[in-house]
């Protein structure tokens, strides 16, 4: 099972891009990476998910090296409303592959 | 409006008796997933069914029992609640497994 390393949090300001980095080492050539965000007292909805390079959309961009060891997640100019935790999960789509959540990263958008 | 539907939004539930939570979506998504989710941690995975008709045990399946008898329902059983099945539970659904999954807004249990 890919496991993920991420910060337990940090603090941004708003109007700033902030990056998110997770590590997942041993990463394995099926997997996929896939973050979402969790608001308190709600379910985790998804932000972005890539395999390699760069994926964008509306909310954020997502930044994979070539060697996939780690991947960034980029939020484009946060508000207050961007604080919430987030969570990097890394793993394949083969139908018996459970995805490992971990603490996420606490993220704090300060005015 | 589409989506994933939980209930009971919140129970408290003596221990030792039996429980169903609810998980309706319609979406015709082919996977669901039931997670829990304790203070300050992450979710972690309690039982998942790939397809209409089967599934599978998470990291933390003792205690807890599943059924998929139709695509779009998903409960879970607590056959007999004990205090350290006090939680926060999700339920979620994708098209595949482990494609962008849709979550409900989470039933609050709380066993005394």
């Known amino acids: 099972l890919a496991k993920t390393t991420q910060p337990i949090s940090m603090d941004s300001y708003e109007g700033q891009e902030v990056n998110i980095t997770c590590s997942h080492n041993n990463i394995a050539t099926n997997d996929y990476i896939t973050w979402y965000q969790q608001f308190p007292s709600q379910g985790p909805r998804f932000i972005i998910q890539g395999y390699k390079t760069k994926v964008t959309n509306e909310v954020a961009s997502l930044f994979i090296p070539a060697d996939r060891k780690s991947s960034t997640l980029s939020l484009p100019r946060v508000s207050l409303s961007d604080t919430a935790v987030y969570y990097c999960?890394?793993?394949?789509?083969?139908?018996?592959?459970?995805?490992?959540w971990g603490a996420g990263t606490k993220l704090i958008i300060k005015p | 409006i589409a989506g994933i539907t939980q209930a009971p939004t919140s129970q408290i539930l003596a221990a030792g008796r039996r429980m169903t939570l609810r998980c309706t979506q319609d979406?015709?998504?082919?996977?669901m997933y039931w997670y829990r989710q304790d203070l300050g941690l992450g979710l972690r995975l309690i039982h998942y069914?790939?397809?209409?008709?089967?599934?599978g045990k998470g990291e933390v399946p003792d205690g807890y029992s599943v059924s998929r008898a139709n695509t779009d329902d998903f409960p879970l059983t607590l056959a007999s609640a004990v205090p350290s099945q006090t939680s926060v539970y999700f339920c979620a659904s994708s098209v595949e497994t482990n494609t962008e999954a849709f979550f409900g807004q989470g039933t609050r249990l709380t066993v005394v």
């Open positions: 069914s790939n397809t209409a008709g089967t599934t």
């Open positions: 979406m015709r998504h082919n996977a």
């Open positions: 999960l890394v793993g394949s789509r083969d139908s018996n592959y459970q995805l490992i």
